[in-house]
């Protein structure tokens, strides 16, 4: 089964063509990032509009890139939620034109599972993976040709720019979210923290390679949060208040000029002790999710943050979605659809398909 996968939930313009929920034969990503590293951050209107101009050469280019015609296209899927709400309704409006025109069977996707089942395409693969147990099964297998999927029971820690989760789920499409972040995402602080040192938009990249100082230099305290929840708007606040106490500035000093006054140094020093830090939160919940649901099989990480190779590195026995399928991207959204159907998820009529930009992926 060939399904069309459209994705524009935040500042990426996305289509791919992937077959049985696995394999990509196509996947066209169209980055913003150029036009909001220049603002240092996501304006909804002007991503909206970009999406409006991307959306159709981008579509065009997934099924070129296939060798497909949409003949051989047997449903369409699209994100419908959540995301920014002028973004969502680009592409749901491209998709439900697309599905009415081309007669195709129409499939509205949550974001957050499609990054979940990018760990189901057939490029799956963490870098360390010599190293992992379950890779000796396809020690002789080419890349096209691992099928080494996640097995169920399984917790999955999704780590984005909107979101912090960590899900269990018993099988497919059954999610029940068993921790979330209780003010910010992982994403969003890496985001908040490269603009305290002056690194450009998107954090979460910027940072790493900043990375390169003492990540011991400075130490930021772990949330004390119950269960399996997360809060990162203190260590966002606490590396906002040593990199204060670093270039001798009160409090009040504002915040977008502290940059101008730390050294190369300082930086790369500030930027590998919040990456460790942020990383040793993720890993501590997850961690002791794992010990206290002994019945799971595999650990998924997933979300534009699960890119991080200091993530990868921490969590050895986890799947992680290649790098290139962390972030957004409209395979994922196929794979997701894929699972979908074969759990009994019916088609939705495309005329009257609606967005929901705040919706919890268990609704
Ligand atoms: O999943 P995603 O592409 O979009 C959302 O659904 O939100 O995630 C984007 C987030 C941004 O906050 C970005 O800074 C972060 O993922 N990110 C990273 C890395 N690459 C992207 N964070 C840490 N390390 C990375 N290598
Ligand atoms: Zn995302």
Redo the contacts with the bound molecule.
Sequence with gaps: MKILGIET??D?TAAAVVEDGTKILSNVVVSQIDIFAEYGGVIPEVAARSHLEAILPVVDKALSDASCSWDEIDAIAVTHAP?LLGSLLIGTLTARTLAILHNKPLYAVH?LKS?VYANWLTTNTNQNESTLAHSSKNADASLNDIINHPTFPLLALVV????TQILYMRGHNQFEIIGTTRDD????C??KV?KILGLPY????S??KAATGNPLRYRFPHPKVDGYDFSFSGLKTAVLREVQKAVNVPISYPSHQLADLLTPEQVADFAASFQRTAVEILCEKISSAMCNYPDIQSVVVA???S???K?REALPEAYFPAPVL???NGAMVGAACYYEILSGVKPVDPYKLNIYPRISIEK
């Design positions: 939930s935040c990426e995301g974001h990054h984005s720019g909107g979101h995402a992982i994403g969003e890496f985001d490269a998107p954090g979460g990249p940072i790493t979300g534009g943050v890119a991080n190779q993530l962390s972030g957004d």
